[in-house]
């Protein structure tokens, strides 16, 4: 369901593209200023078009994409590769991100510590 002409909902097209879960996720990441189009922030109703870039921060990494289709509804996996040309470094090992390495026999997880890996994750 690609459209060649016209614009498309910038947390639409990241939801469709699947660069976050669902909608409502995209739209939370543009209005925390996780979403940047053309290296500014935007509003989840911002319009992209064929050529922008989207840079989406995610877990400690930044997704650095070039649009190539807009699409409006979510699509597979393989399609949804094709809607864009992915410019982002590759992700990091979890092992280097420091998150959730805990030593043997040292109980359950506090909520300091929840705190401070949803901290390191970026809270996204």
């Known amino acids: 369901m690609a459209s060649e002409t016209g614009t498309v909902r910038i947390d639409s097209w990241v939801w469709s593209v699947r ?5 409502s996720a995209a739209a939370a990441a543009c209005r925390a200023g ?3 189009l053309n290296g500014e922030r935007v509003k989840p109703a911002q319009s992209v078009r064929i050529g922008d870039e989207v840079r989406v921060r995610q877990e400690g990494w930044e997704r650095v994409v070039i649009v190539s289709q807009l699409i409006r509804k979510r699509v597979g996996a393989a399609p949804a590769a094709e809607a864009y ?3 982002s470094a590759p992700r990091p090992p979890r092992e280097a991100m420091g998150a959730g390495v ?4 040292a109980g359950r997880p506090t909520k300091r510590d929840r705190r401070e890996w949803e901290q390191l994750r970026g809270g996204l």
């Open 102 to 105: 805990r030593d043997r026999g």
């Open 19 to 23: 660069l976050a879960k669902t909608r």
């Open 85 to 87: 040309v992915d410019k």
């Open 34 to 36: 996780h979403v940047r």
